[in-house]
């Protein structure tokens, strides 16, 4: 194998390697969110669990991140405004972030 063919394989794993941390940090912020969400809505403990789950089956609509907002902000009308949902996404990357990289 080449010189060129290794530098290849490993900015392709390097790449490969980032997407699949991306992919945790992005599903542990959903989640987060998702039982945020929940308590504000003051969902029971399995109402809790499903709506997690179609909080981070929300991002799977479109690229990017403003699926999620989106459903939050549906879902949360008349409770949590817009720049709120926005603060607690941040809030819950960098936690996630945080968690992800402590692991």
């Known amino acids: 194998m080449s010189t060129f ?5 490993g ?14 940090i992005e599903a542990l912020r959903n989640k987060m ?20 789950k179609e909080v981070v089956k929300s991002d799977f609509q479109e690229a990017g991140d403003e699926d ?7 879902d949360l009308e008349g409770l949590v405004d817009g720049h709120a ?3 607690k996404m941040n809030e819950c990357l960098q936690a996630a972030k945080d968690r992800v990289s402590n692991s």
Do not use: C, M, P, S
Not at 5 to 9: F, L, S
Not at 11 to 24: L, M, P, R, V
Not at 33 to 52: C, F, H
Not at 68 to 74: E, I
């Open 85 to 87: 949902i926005r603060a």
């Open 33 to 52: 969110l998702g039982a945020w969400a929940a308590e504000v809505k003051g969902l029971d403990e399995d109402e809790t669990e499903q709506y997690i």
């Open 11 to 24: 900015f392709e794993n390097k790449f490969a390697h980032e997407q699949n941390i991306t992919f945790k």
């Open 5 to 9: 063919d290794e530098r290849k394989d």
């Open 68 to 74: 999620v907002f989106r459903k939050l902000q549906d």
